[in-house]
Structure formats: C-alpha cells, structure tokens
C-alpha cells in the first residue's frame, strides 16, 4: 500500500500506510543522550584542558569574579550537591571555575533536556565542556533522578539549579525540591551558593558583555533522619533561605546579613509580589543603594 498525499501537502503531515508497522523511532537526545562516555579518564582529562585553557579565561576576561566562603568547603566530605540562584547561561562555567579542584575534577552539572541536549552538536559540547548531564525539565522524571542518584552513589559531585531555568527578569523563582530529595535520599550534604552579576554579563536573550560578579559559598546543609529537614520541601526551603541570606550578605554586609536572617526579615530571592514595571524599578533601585538590602541579581 502506498501512502497517498493528503490535500494541503507539504503544508500538513503525510499518512502512513494502515498494516505498515512503523519503523522504532531513535531516541538519543533530550533527556536519552548518553553522557558516561564524558565521566571516562580520557574525557575528564579533555575537559580538565578545556577548563582551563579556555573556560576559565573566558569567565576571567567576562565576568572577573570575587569568590568568597570558600572557607565553608574546607573538610567538606564528597559527594556535595551545589545548589545556586539561575540568571545566566555564564552560571555554570561561573561555578565550575570557582569551585576547589578536589570538587571540581568529579563534578557533573544538571543541564535542561530539552535546551542543552536538543541538537547533538550541543550535547557532545555540554557534555565534554562542562560535564553536563541532561535533566528533564518538561515532567517529573523519576529516570532523572535514578540518574542523579547513580552518579552521587559513585562519588561525583553535582551542580544543580533548583529554579529550573534562568530568571526572565532579574527575580529568583521557588526552588523546586528535585535537589533536596536528592541529598535527603543520598544523606549528602548541600551546598548554597550565590551567583551575583552573571546576569549583567550574559542576560537571557541578551549579548556577551563584560561586568564584574561575585561567587559567595556559604555553609553546607545537611539532611537528618528526623527533623526539620528529613522532608525534602523543608529542605528545598531551607536551601531558598540560604542561598537569599548570601544574597543579602553579598549586597550589604555579613554582619547586618546575618541580623536580617536572625529575624526572619530577609529580602526574598522572589522579589515583592507587585506589578511588573514596579518591580523592574525595585530591581534597579536596589541596586542603587548602598546602606540598605539590595535585590539579589
């Protein structure tokens, strides 16, 4: 049988022939793509380079970061899920340059399914470059977690973005609680950091341009057994609460930072809920201050 053209073609599908079985359709993209040929000896070494003869150059000339907190990692056992605020595609390369090596030469970073591994060109360099591992994003994926949870069991340590995207407008967004199931289940610590000014640099939408940023670590969290963080949601909360305590902490000072967070008062990652053009003006006009809280990005 013969499949017919249907009226309108190519403007819509064509059929396909009834008691014609289809051929099985290839799925070797997205959240299918095969990383573990990126985590062999060879490829480790390859990205080692690449971090370092290009990468960390690039992040240097771009985005001339000041790290602090690295204080916090020191004695920190392995694996640690990195967990940090999203507004730029420079955040990963950001991180990965800032963390200690001992973290750095197995280290895997949760990159979005259907943005990084769509095409294979991109997914070969996510995953050699960066380490990248594709994460569906679209739908609760238990694969992506067994995934995830595979790789912290053989000791790799992850980079992962609980807002599951990067800010449209300067504003964080809700931590979604994949990363704290995941140091809940795994019993392994979590580490808030965050990532000032990438967004200056390398804006969603925007150019490449250069701009000064800020890594700040603070101090890792940890799951219990029992407690206010056994559950996940508590966890991915108290992970939000880092992460805009560093924030705060990195627009004004530590001392007044901490005072905040004592009280309960810390500027939210979310931003006030108010019409969009105000909160663009909030935005810039945190930026400006210098004796109070600035917002985060």
């Not at 800010?167 to 140091?183: I, K, Q, S």
């Not at 969009?276 to 935005?283: D, E, I, Q």
Request: charged residues 25%.
């Amino acid at each position: 049988m013969v499949a017919r053209p249907r009226p309108g073609f190519p403007w819509t599908g064509p059929t396909w022939p009834s008691g014609v079985e289809r051929p099985p359709v290839r799925r070797d993209l997205g959240p299918d793509f095969d990383t573990e040929w990126a985590r062999t000896p060879a490829a480790r070494t390859v990205r080692a380079a690449i971090l370092e003869t290009m990468i960390r150059p690039a992040v240097h000339v771009l985005a001339a970061p000041t790290v602090t907190g690295l204080d916090h990692l020191t004695g920190l056992p392995r694996p640690v899920i990195f967990v940090a605020n999203h507004a730029s595609h420079l955040d990963a390369p950001l991180l990965l340059t800032s963390v200690p090596e001992r973290f750095r030469r197995r280290m895997a970073v949760a990159g979005a399914a259907d943005y990084f591994f769509d095409r294979r060109v991109k997914a070969v360099i996510s995953a050699l470059a960066l380490g990248a591992v594709p994460i569906d994003r679209t739908s609760v994926s238990r694969r992506s977690l067994h995934h995830l949870a595979d790789l912290l069991a053989d000791d790799w340590n992850l980079i992962i973005f609980p807002e599951g995207g990067r800010t449209p407008d300067g504003w964080g967004r809700e931590f979604e609680a994949g990363a704290a199931y995941l140091a809940t289940k795994a019993s392994v610590p979590v580490v808030p950091v965050h990532l000032e000014g990438s967004r200056r640099v390398w804006r969603k939408g925007g150019r490449l341009r250069p701009a000064s940023t800020a890594v700040t670590f603070g101090r890792a969290l940890r799951p219990r057994a029992e407690g206010r963080l056994a559950d996940a949601r508590a966890l991915a909360a108290e992970m939000e609460r880092a992460v805009a305590v560093l924030a705060d902490e990195q627009a004004t000072d530590w001392w007044s930072a901490r005072r905040r967070a004592a009280r309960g008062t810390t500027p939210p990652l979310q931003g006030p809920g108010i019409a969009p053009w105000r909160r663009s003006w909030a935005l810039a006009e945190g930026r400006r201050r210098v004796s109070g809280p600035r917002w985060p990005f």
